[in-house]
């Protein structure tokens, strides 16, 4: 079956970085558009950076441009986040999205991002 795996989450001071990594199974990876997402407690599920099936394009909310980077590696099935200049703003569970319009839509579990002092 389908699986969305993401890991890289934990805990990092402010101003410090952490790569996501979101592993997908089950699925021709190379044919999805790949996004990200958080959510805080409290807040709804906001967009963060999408990519393209081939990584030739990439959009990014306001909120995290400038400080985060989506990439992909289609022969590990792999998308990341590298995220940069941490704030306690960006404290939440992020998700990875792998769609293809009208067709498939799957979501992975999530993994905890906090960041503190």
């Known amino acids: 079956q389908v699986q969305l795996v993401e890991s890289g989450g934990g805990l990092v001071q402010p101003g410090g970085s952490l790569r996501l990594s979101c592993e997908a199974s089950?699925?021709?990876?190379?044919?999805?558009?790949v996004d990200w997402y958080r959510q805080a407690p409290g807040n709804k599920r906001e967009f963060l950076a999408s990519?393209?099936?081939?990584?030739?394009?990439?959009n990014y909310a306001d909120s995290v441009k400038g400080r985060f980077t989506i990439s992909r590696d289609n022969a590990k099935n792999t998308v990341y986040l590298q995220m940069n200049s941490l704030t306690s703003g960006d404290t939440a569970v992020y998700y990875c999205?792998?769609?293809?319009?009208?067709?498939?839509?799957?979501w992975g579990q999530g993994t905890q991002v906090t960041v503190s002092s």
């Open positions: 999205n792998a769609w293809i319009m009208g067709q498939s839509d799957y």
């Open positions: 990519i393209s099936p081939g990584g030739e394009n990439t």
């Open positions: 089950g699925l021709s990876f190379r044919l999805y558009v």
